[in-house]
């Protein structure tokens, strides 16, 4: 249905263009006078693309589907969506965005949270939604994924035939666009992050070229890409590495306490990450949000212990939170794919709803919780969603995955430079969108950092890449041995002299 959708429109769109409402050509004042109109770019680029391949303009109802963003404050600026269908399509498009001094911009799940992304200006965005091959190699060792994939396909593709490997924890988003950061979810205590499970990349380049990238072939952009790829190309395939299933359940404990119990449950928490060598059985999750099934006045703090096995061997790692005396507990017993949705992380549940609002996402690193200074984070998380409604859909992630696979990765091999950390707090001011709070959020977001830096002992800022907001210290995000920058820099110069890949928190 879609493809023919596609098709029609396409063809719609190149022989009887007029009859498509859409808004005034686009003028604008800082780019190559020569860029097309419309209806040039129906006759140029619509007729060099494949025959799956679609043109949307503003105005028309698959053109905002393709824009709409889990985010709505994020908004990069398009005058173009091309859907494309093969890897020349993307190759073509990035050519001819070339030519025109034309912004582009590859989109797959639009789940990207940093502000840089709303830097595109008069862009073309390369929607990527119907690269979405997943195929099983013969041997069961390998996959070959299509580069706009996201996690719930995936995960489920590869359970049908006993497998698994690395994703992230929440079916909506982009594999890809996780992974050319890092990748976190629930099974990397096994198989380590995302990118550690990329074998190798198809990928389009700032000049429209096609490069083979592995380990063996253009070795220097393996290694940037698997941490900093976004800066470096688009990724049309990839092959990735994949694993028989560990177990065939997967046990959930949700527990959520009262403000009072917070420090006891931190400190508990410290005992189970034990300073990253937490076994890769288990994962603990924290919430700080409201929940109005406790109450509709104060938030409260929601520990999920996830155990790789049965609710019987998940016992000691969850019976000393259930000595605290949780407000409430549930437990799930069920099918990795499944596990998804007993988180309430499921593609169809309220988190994976697009738009879901305004949002920022400001990321911290840490090794271990300064319990009284996540006591006042509660607090300072508290006072503003209780004072403000506009802002009470906001919440903070504090999420403790296993990480034996990520440490047993060598951390010079590749460009993702946080493998010390061992818990990664997301803070995220979400707001009603037009109400007009992005400063608010800003100011907020920036103390929240702020507070959780003043108990690291030094430690300095660690951003990953896919939560960053986008004004963090490179080195934040891309490491602080002086080496990893130089690196980075000198290889965006060698591959996108010209600095088209910048929209994704870019190495400048
Ligand atoms: C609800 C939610 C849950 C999340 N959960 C996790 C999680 O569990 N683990 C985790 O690690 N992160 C998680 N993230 C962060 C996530 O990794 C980033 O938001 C990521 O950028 C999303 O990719 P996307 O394709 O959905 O977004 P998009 O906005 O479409 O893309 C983000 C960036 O990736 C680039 N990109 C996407 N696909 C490609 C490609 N094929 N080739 C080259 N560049 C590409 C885009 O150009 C863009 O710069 C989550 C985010 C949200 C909003
Ligand atoms: C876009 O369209 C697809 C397919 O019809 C649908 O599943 C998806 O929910 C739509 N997304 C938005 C944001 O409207
Ligand atoms: C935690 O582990 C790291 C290595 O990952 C080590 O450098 C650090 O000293 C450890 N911290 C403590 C408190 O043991
Ligand atoms: C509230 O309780 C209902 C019924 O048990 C459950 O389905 C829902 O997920 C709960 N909401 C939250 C936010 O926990």
């Not at 404050?73 to 190759?91: H, K, L, M, R, Y």
């Amino acid at each position: 249905m879609a493809t023919m959708l596609s098709i029609l429109s396409l063809v719609l769109g190149l022989l009887s263009f007029q009859a498509i409402a859409v808004p005034t050509p686009f003028h604008p004042r800082d780019v190559s006078p020569a860029l097309p109109n419309q209806r040039a770019l129906q006759n140029e680029i619509g007729r060099s693309l494949s025959k799956k391949a679609a043109l949307y303009f503003p105005g028309q109802p698959e053109y905002k589907n393709l824009t709409t963003r889990w985010a709505e404050n994020i908004s990069p600026g398009f005058f173009v969506t091309v859907e494309v269908g093969t890897e020349d399509d993307v190759a073509t498009t990035v050519k001819f965005a070339r030519k025109y001094n034309i912004d582009f911009l590859a989109i797959s799940r639009g789940h990207g949270t940093t502000k840089t992304l709303s830097t595109v200006k008069n862009g073309i965005q390369i929607n990527l939604r119907q690269l979405q091959e997943i195929t099983v190699a013969a041997d069961g060792k390998t996959a070959t994924l299509g580069g706009g994939v996201y996690n719930d396909n995936v995960v489920n593709a590869l359970h049908a035939k006993g497998k698994s490997s690395g994703s992230g924890a929440a079916g909506c988003v982009g594999l890809v666009g996780a992974g050319l950061g890092g990748g976190y979810g629930r099974y990397e205590g096994f198989y380590g992050l995302v990118l550690d499970n990329i074998i190798d990349m198809n990928v389009i380049m700032a000049d429209g070229s096609k490069k083979f990238v592995s380990a063996t072939s253009n070795p220097d952009l393996y290694w940037a890409m698997r941490g900093a790829g976004h800066n470096f190309g688009i990724v049309t395939k990839l092959t990735y590495r994949i694993h028989d299933e560990i177990s065939p359940t997967w046990y959930l404990n949700t527990m959520i306490f009262k403000q009072d119990k917070i420090q006891p449950v931190f400190k508990q928490l410290n005992k189970l990450i034990a300073n990253g060598t937490m076994p890769a059985r288990v994962i603990n999750y924290a919430l700080f949000a409201f929940n109005p099934n406790i109450s509709t006045t104060e938030p409260v703090i929601t520990i999920n212990i996830f155990y790789v096995g049965s609710a019987q061997d998940a016992k000691p790692y969850v019976q000393p939170f259930l000595d605290l005396k949780p407000v409430s507990t549930r437990s799930f017993t069920t099918s990795y794919p499944d596990i998804f949705y007993a988180a309430g992380t499921g593609l169809n549940d309220f988190v994976c709803q697009e738009p879901i609002g305004s949002a920022y996402l400001y990321p911290m690193g840490l090794q271990t919780y300064n319990v009284p200074v996540i006591a006042q984070l509660f607090q300072l998380y508290a006072d503003k969603v209780k004072s403000n409604p506009d802002f009470s859909g906001s919440n903070v992630m504090l999420e403790g995955y296993s990480l034996g696979a990520v440490k047993a990765v060598d951390p010079a091999s590749t460009a993702f430079a946080h493998r010390d950390d061992n818990i990664l707090v997301g803070f995220l001011p979400r707001w009603t969108p037009g109400a007009n709070l992005e400063r608010e959020a800003e100011e907020w977001g920036t103390k929240a950092r702020t507070l959780v830096q003043s108990g690291t002992n030094g430690r300095p800022l660690s951003a990953y890449v896919n939560y960053a907001h986008g004004d963090e210290p490179l080195e934040a995000v891309y490491g602080y041995e002086p080496w990893r920058l130089a690196r980075l820099r000198k290889l965006k110069k060698r591959y996108d002299p010209d600095f088209k890949f910048r929209f994704y928190n870019p190495i400048r």
